[in-house]
């Protein structure tokens, strides 16, 4: 099973400040097998990013993804309040597919 | 548009059963596949399978193998998950997902997008 860590635990920044999110896995994550979603209380994750670079139809360009192997980043450029909320990275190379644990992204 | 609407919040008790239903609408059912994840309450997302809905074939994380069934009915366009002998450690949202691509072209592995709303489950005695 692929253990994804994701880090920091908390992110506390300011509107307009650029967030940097981490996810670590355990095994080499091939074929860039990796998602990224965004979920606010009360509502189901919304895909953000997938393929690890690829972001899915409407998401903005503020948000993008990089890394290879077994380090991978989603960056914020410039948060916007609306960006304020528990952000998960999943892989999808083989099974079980694993999520990390989040990273939530708050109001400093 | 795509669209998965899930039945609405259950409560059962220790060691009964609970089905989920997952309906689909915006598109061929039958040509994508459909995973179902649950959250436990504050916690993170942990994945417990899925089903081909044209064929029935099924793939269960292992954690779950015995314990949950996950069937389909093509006529009205639903999946179902059914998971049974309840414990307290059951309560959580249950969530139903679409892969992006086509059953013939795509890998049942893959990223979700949609997802359905959700559907607590309270497990109490």
């Known amino acids: 099973e692929i253990v994804l860590t994701q880090s920091p635990a908390t992110l506390s920044l300011s509107p307009g400040e650029r967030a940097t999110l981490s996810c670590g896995a355990s095994q080499t994550v091939s074929r860039n097998y990796l998602a990224w979603y965004q979920q606010k209380p009360g509502l189901a994750p919304r895909l953000l990013i997938y393929d690890v670079f690829s972001r899915a139809t409407g998401i903005p360009d503020r948000f993008s993804g990089s890394g290879s192997g077994t380090d991978f980043t989603l960056t914020i450029s410039r948060l916007e309040p609306e960006d304020f909320a528990v952000y998960y990275c999943q892989q999808y190379v083989n099974s079980p597919l694993t999520f990390g644990g989040g990273t939530k992204v708050e109001i400093k | ?125």
């Open chain 2, 1 to 125: 548009q795509v669209q998965l609407v899930q039945s609405g919040a259950e409560v059962k008790k220790p060691g009964a059963s609970v089905r989920v239903s997952c309906k689909a609408s915006g598109y061929t059912f039958t040509g994508y596949y459909i995973h179902w994840v649950r959250q436990a309450p504050g916690q993170g997302l942990e994945w417990m399978g899925w089903i081909n809905p044209k064929s029935g074939d099924t793939n269960y994380a292992q954690k779950f193998q015995g314990r949950v069934t996950m069937t389909r009915d093509t006529s009205i366009s639903a999946a179902y998950m059914e998971l049974s002998r309840l414990t307290s450690d059951d309560t959580a949202v249950y969530y139903c997902m679409r892969v992006p691509c086509i059953i013939t072209s795509c890998p049942p592995l893959n990223w979700f997008d949609p997802w359905g709303q959700g559907t607590l489950v309270t497990v109490s005695s």
